[in-house]
């Protein structure tokens, strides 16, 4: 699959087949999210790889949003180590990088995947913190959910020419 082809075919997929992802494909995952750009190369992102039914279901309740990590097999929650900051904030930029490339590659595996936010709603990154056991300095900002997908979707058109200018927005 070329890149375009993955960035067009990209899509949310909420419902997975019930099996493991192999180690392999994880390592290949989170090696993906690494290759990400990072603001002066700090790389300030940290991964929990999550498969324990326990705390999948746990992390679902975490957000109103998060029920379907009570159907899938894995998920991997991306951090920001703000004691890894070189340039102060940007760990998010860094965080959302890694978690589109984690996307893609999740993707190109012919694995679903979805983006979970949880960073800034505080309730959401105290519930994480403490599932996950995350140290003060770890934030959360997303998670990926992941796992064989048991939907397809086709490709989404999301191009509108009345978002882009040329030069100037006037």
Not at 17 to 28: F, L, M, N, T
Not at 53 to 72: C, T, V
Request: hydrophobic share 45%; net charge negative; charged share 25%.
């Amino acid at each position: 699959m070329d890149a375009l082809q993955a960035i067009m075919g990209r899509r949310s997929i909420r419902r997975y087949e019930d099996r493991p992802v192999e180690e392999v494909k994880v390592e290949a995952l989170v090696k993906a999210a690494m290759a990400a750009p990072s603001a002066g190369n700090q790389q300030s992102w940290r991964f929990v790889v999550v498969t324990d039914r326990e705390r999948l279901d746990k992390l679902a309740d975490a957000s109103p949003f998060a029920g379907l990590l009570e159907r899938a097999p894995l998920a991997i929650v991306i951090c920001g180590d703000v004691t890894a900051e070189k340039h102060q904030g940007f760990w998010l930029q860094d965080c959302a990088a890694a978690t589109e490339n984690m996307l893609l590659a999740a993707h190109a595996l012919g694995l679903g995947a979805v983006w979970l936010g949880f960073y800034p709603v505080e309730e959401r990154v105290e519930g994480v913190r403490h599932i996950c056991e995350l140290p003060d300095a770890l934030v959360p900002f997303s998670i990926v959910a992941l796992g064989y997908p048991s939907e397809e979707k086709p490709p989404a058109d999301r191009y509108n020419a009345e978002y882009v200018r040329r030069e100037t927005w006037g």
